[in-house]
């Protein structure tokens, strides 16, 4: 920090001084104290708690002195080797799951949504009850982020969030434009309300801050507000104020409140044209100029129970994201209220996914403001009355036809009309509300995991399938590979080449493992993400969810604990306690030839020259006889072959039949790219097969040359 930044902080601590707070001093002494427009106090666990307590404190006194904000942040980790109480001992958990269902949905991550905010439904729209669920859930984030102690938000807290960011929660079901006409509506007013903008002057230029939303607090809808006034008047003959709300607590919300939603009627719009508090209500049904402290304790109390702050529904994020798209914000919001009059009896283990709807159409088109919406509600057996359904007809009719079956079917995945019953509210309609299911695209993309799960890849070896499962490493740069180019994962060496990730960063082993597994996850999940199905990113993380079931565990060998385990050595080869290595016995290739021609060889000392000839004749396809071509050469010229050739016989015999087992190795996995050019001649091997591109050609002249070399395992100590 800059010595402006450390002279305000000090400012600070000596304002916080004058607050007489003893343990407040050695809290300070404890944080880390960190400046990026705002003041960040990053504390350990065991401070973290007990500084929240003074966040209000300290961030009025910051904001006097400097006009700044405070941010508090937990230090989740500890320096290695830093040893720590019991109680304040860290670990990670990995999420996983069971199924390809649960691993595509993540039923872990939930959004809350209020279940009193769906009752504004049919005064503001379904879009504007989409856009404060999101406001709400922002909230809890960022109170999370900056150590704000509150369970739920309360009136004149405050929060900064993110158009963009809040849209993509919501599936962007909603477009920017649409969001900002509902602000402009003024629908958004009965739950947040915008701040005043805020201006900063930085760098010579005028910039605009994000702009801050206020939370309103628990309100009731105009037509609540109405119930609830006319109960006051119905219930206040001889009773005093504080009784009245004393027998309102004490009385059943369904005595109160309308269920499951009360509609707007004439009688709303005489008396709450807008959202109003129990306090309001209540003031204005007993004619009180004030309220007593009593009185406003109890209204507290009367909101909480009408209300029910703590009541929500939870709904996956995979259903906003992913199927709210599909169904529109209006069919979305109308299975959410739906959802809403639906239970689980964990104390009889019974459920209820059906629910009447009294007034059945003419209800529903109130709840949702939408005349032709609850009719795509299909029935579970259709009837057979009215005109019969014409096979063929004009082609504008069967286009509206197929949309019309299209949205039906839809609408029927997640609402069913299972029967009606005559009333006094006239047709009752009985719904059922199924389960978060996966959409049309995602049913593809599980087939395709399962298929690659349980009948994979013969490439898909167990070492293979160990690599993805116990190396983390292997896990993140598929990650960096998807990103890097997600319509076609990229080999360990484009990923080094760009500056991705080191040469050092896998061992000969895993680079093996890693490149196999690109090339059967392009294999199999290629067209998907062509046809835009899905991402290779997110087929990552789906198979890393499922890398403790059985889907894994069954094709990787249990490890042998009888013996100590040794490094693992791609070139070494190990019989008994007996340990070999790949080498080239020049000797016993020149038995192979004329005796004559093998002795004017030695004489001359043309062994190296002999074997730069033998791999430039391997090597190269147009030449049938190597041997005889290696001899011929070195006899008629006199010199070796020079280039690559002559690069690699100057290797040592070790070396070089290293060199070709792991070459062969790779191919044979079919790895497309080669070895790195640290190894030595990797880059001359490399230059002489990239004459043959197809792959089955360059393993047939790699294997000639071995069998030319007689690469034979030497025993070691």
């Given amino acids: 920090m800059s010595d402006t930044i450390i002279d305000a902080w000090q400012q600070i601590c000596a304002e916080l001084e004058t607050k007489a707070v003893p343990e407040l001093r050695n809290l300070l002494d404890s944080v880390v104290v960190d400046f990026d427009g705002a003041y960040t106090l990053t504390a350990e666990p065991r401070f973290y708690a007990k500084l929240c307590q003074y966040y209000p404190l300290i961030d009025t006194v910051v904001q006097d002195v400097t006009g700044k904000r405070l941010k508090l942040s937990l230090r989740s980790t500890v320096p290695m080797g830093t040893v720590t109480p019991k109680t304040e001992e860290a670990f990670n958990i990995d999420i996983g799951a069971s199924n390809v269902t649960e691993a595509i949905i993540s039923p872990e991550s939930i959004v809350a949504v209020p279940a009193y905010l769906l009752r504004f439904v049919p005064y ?185 702050p703590e009541s929500f529904l939870a709904v996956p994020w995979y259903w906003f994201r992913r199927v709210l798209p599909e169904l529109g914000s209006d069919l979305g919001m109308l299975y959410l209220m739906s959802r809403n009059c639906c239970y689980i009896d964990w104390a009889h283990g019974k459920d209820r996914n059906t629910f009447w709807v009294p007034g059945g159409l003419e209800t529903l088109q109130k709840w949702i403001s939408s005349e032709t919406l609850p009719k795509r509600i299909p029935q579970l057996k259709p009837s057979a009355r009215g005109r019969p359904r014409k096979n063929t007809v004009k082609t504008q009719s069967e286009y509206t036809r197929n949309w019309r079956t299209t949205n039906r079917e839809l609408a029927g995945q997640y609402l069913c009309r299972i029967a009606t019953r005559q009333s006094e509210s006239g047709t009752d309609w009985q719904l059922r509300v199924s389960e978060v299911q996966l959409t049309q695209s995602d049913e593809i993309l599980q087939g395709a995991v399962y298929g690659f799960l349980l009948e994979p890849d013969q490439r898909m070896t167990p070492p293979v399938w160990e690599a993805f499962v116990k190396e983390p490493v292997v896990y993140t740069l598929l990650l960096r590979a998807a990103r890097h180019s997600p319509m076609h994962l990229c080999h360990f060496e484009t990923l080094a080449r760009e500056g991705i990730c080191q040469n050092e960063t896998l061992d000969t082993k895993l680079i093996y493992h890693f490149d196999t597994l690109v090339d059967v996850l392009n294999c199999h999940f290629e067209i998907l993400v062509t046809n835009e199905i899905c991402q290779f990113e997110a087929i990552i993380n789906i198979l890393y969810k499922l890398k403790d079931t059985q889907f894994f565990s069954k094709y990787i060998l249990p490890p042998d604990t009888s013996v100590a385990l040794e490094p ?103 790895y497309f790219g080669w070895l790195p050019n640290e190894v030595p001649g990797a880059e001359e091997l490399n230059a002489l097969l990239q004459s043959e591109t197809d792959l089955q050609a360059q393993q047939r002249l ?16």
């Fill in 124 to 308: 503001v729209g379904s879009s504007a009850v989409l856009i404060a669920t999101a406001l709400r859930q922002a909230f809890y984030r960022a109170s999370r982020e900056h150590g704000a102690d509150q369970l739920y938000p309360k009136f004149g807290d405050a929060v900064t969030i993110d158009v963009n960011s809040l849209l993509d929660m919501l599936g962007n079901v909603i477009s920017r434009a649409t969001f900002f006409r509902i602000f402009k509506s003024g629908h958004m007013d009965w739950f947040v309300r915008r701040a005043e903008p805020v201006h900063h002057f930085i760098d010579g230029k005028v910039t605009r801050a994000p702009n801050t939303y206020t939370y309103r607090g628990m309100l009731l809808t105009p037509g609540d507000a109405q119930d609830l006034y006319a109960w006051f008047k119905a219930n206040q003959v001889g009773l005093e104020p504080s009784d009245l709300l004393t027998r309102a607590l004490e009385s059943p919300r369904g005595n109160i409140l309308a269920f499951p939603f009360r509609t707007p009627d004439d009688s709303d719009i005489q008396r709450f044209s807008d959202a109003a508090s129990v306090h309001e209500v209540f003031q204005s049904a007993c004619g009180l100029d004030k309220l007593s402290s009593t009185q406003a304790a109890l209204c507290d109390r009367l909101a909480a129970h009408l209300i029910r």
């Fill in 568 to 670: 693992f050595n791609p070139i070494s080869n190990e019989v008994g306690r007996e340990k070999f290595v790949n080498t080239i016995d020049l000797t016993i290739i020149l038995e192979r030839i004329n005796p004559i021609l093998r002795i004017q060889i030695q004489d001359r000392h043309a062994e190296q020259c002999f074997l730069s000839w033998l791999i430039y004749g391997s090597l190269t396809s147009e030449i049938r006889n190597p041997l005889s071509f290696a001899v011929n050469r070195t006899l008629e010229l006199g010199f070796d072959a020079g280039g690559p050739s002559a690069r690699l016989a100057s290797l040592t015999g070790q070396e070089l039949a290293d060199l070709l087992v792991q070459t062969q190795k790779r191919l044979e996995g079919g």
């Fill in 702 to 717: 790699l294997q000639r040359l071995m069998d030319n070399l007689e690469i034979s395992p030497k025993s070691i100590s």
